[in-house]
């Protein structure tokens, strides 16, 4: 085979490296939202994904062709439990990077005077999610930590002080009509070859003994493969982050059912509070899920939209 005469687009983006397994069901936070604001909140909630629905909004979308006409959104419904705070953490800004400093895991275990605020860069508050609270078998709960933003480093150490062994809802964090982030664990997809997992191109027939193969791999000199070059190996499973999720409604099951006849497939029945956000949520369903305040982009409106008719509607097998 001679040299190629057309050049083509690579293969697969490098955004996503390295394309391996999560360490964890747990999505890692690795930035949080600055919030300009006198009293202090938390950034994020733990959730579960239940399944997909159907909401038709009136689109409040000003200099758009369909502005206040009905618009259908595929949606994506979470299940969300009341979270337990169970601690407080303190962290140092120092050589670069974050490091702990002081832990706070009930409530009377320390006072205010105590707590090294001085040299406090970082508040974060300690939550617990129970997976049994929305119907999973998981017997351990799921700890993790939430940023914690708004007015000075003595206010947001107090406002999780007084948190400490309390029960938040996800109605006290967000709002409708808010846009928030979405982070979780893919689904999983195994160990895949470089034309499903980065879509190279199956090669010509007879070309080669090989069809589903990258035709060369790299030139003899240097005699290496580089990272660039789309090779078989892990494909899905990976952490992942949806950005700007409108929060169209939320509820509880008791008042305003949401789920489905025969339930959601793979979940079961939506007990307790639950919110519907716009598009889709990274993982299969009955996987973790953390809500978070929108990192980048405060300037769309942030009015609670006008919802027409929510459909649950399960596709026939």
């Given at each position: 085979m001679g040299h190629r005469k057309h050049s083509a687009p690579r293969r697969g983006s490098l955004a996503y490296r390295p394309r391996g397994r999560a360490k964890s069901f747990v999505p890692r936070i690795r930035t949080w939202p600055k919030v300009e604001a006198e009293k202090p909140i938390l950034l994020g909630f733990p959730g579960y994904k239940a399944g997909t629905a159907h909401v038709i909004t009136v689109d409040d979308r000003a200099k758009t062709p369909n502005f206040g006409k009905p618009l259908f959104n595929m949606s994506s419904v979470l299940s969300l439990p009341d979270t337990q705070v169970v601690g407080l953490r303190l962290y140092r800004h120092e050589n670069g990077q974050d490091m702990a400093i002081a832990d706070v895991k009930q409530a009377g275990q320390t006072t205010m005077e105590k707590l090294p605020l001085g040299k406090t860069s970082r508040v974060t508050a300690v939550v617990s999610s129970v997976p049994r609270d929305v119907g999973l078998s998981q017997k351990k709960p799921v700890v993790l930590e939430v940023g914690v933003s708004g007015g000075d480093v003595k206010a947001q150490a107090e406002f999780v002080m007084g948190l400490l062994g309390k029960k938040v809802k996800f109605t006290d964090v967000f709002k409708v009509g808010m846009y928030v982030d979405v982070l979780g664990i893919t689904k999983g997809k195994g160990f895949?070859?470089?034309?499903?997992?980065?879509?190279?191109?199956?090669?010509?027939?007879?070309?080669?003994?090989?069809?589903?193969?990258?035709?060369?791999?790299?030139?003899?000199?240097?005699?290496?493969?580089?990272?660039?070059?789309?090779?078989?190996?892990?494909?899905?499973?990976?952490?992942?982050?949806?950005?700007?999720?409108?929060?169209?409604?939320?509820?509880?099951?008791?008042?305003?059912?949401?789920?489905?006849?025969?339930?959601?497939?793979?979940?079961?029945?939506?007990?307790?509070?639950?919110?519907?956000?716009?598009?889709?949520?990274?993982?299969?369903?009955?996987?973790?899920?953390?809500?978070?305040?929108?990192?980048?982009?405060?300037t769309k409106s942030q009015n609670p939209p006008q919802v027409i008719e929510v459909s649950t509607r399960q596709r026939k097998r």
């Open positions: 895949e070859g470089p034309v499903t997992r980065f879509g190279v191109k199956r090669k010509q027939h007879k070309s080669r003994k090989s069809v589903r193969a990258v035709g060369v791999i790299g030139p003899w000199h240097p005699a290496a493969v580089m990272y660039t070059v789309a090779r078989a190996g892990q494909m899905g499973f990976h952490q992942r982050t949806e950005t700007g999720k409108r929060i169209l409604l939320t509820g509880n099951a008791s008042a305003n059912p949401v789920t489905p006849p025969g339930g959601f497939d793979h979940f079961g029945n939506v007990a307790g509070d639950y919110a519907v956000v716009r598009g889709s949520v990274p993982g299969p369903a009955s996987r973790f899920v953390l809500v978070r305040l929108r990192v980048r982009g405060y």
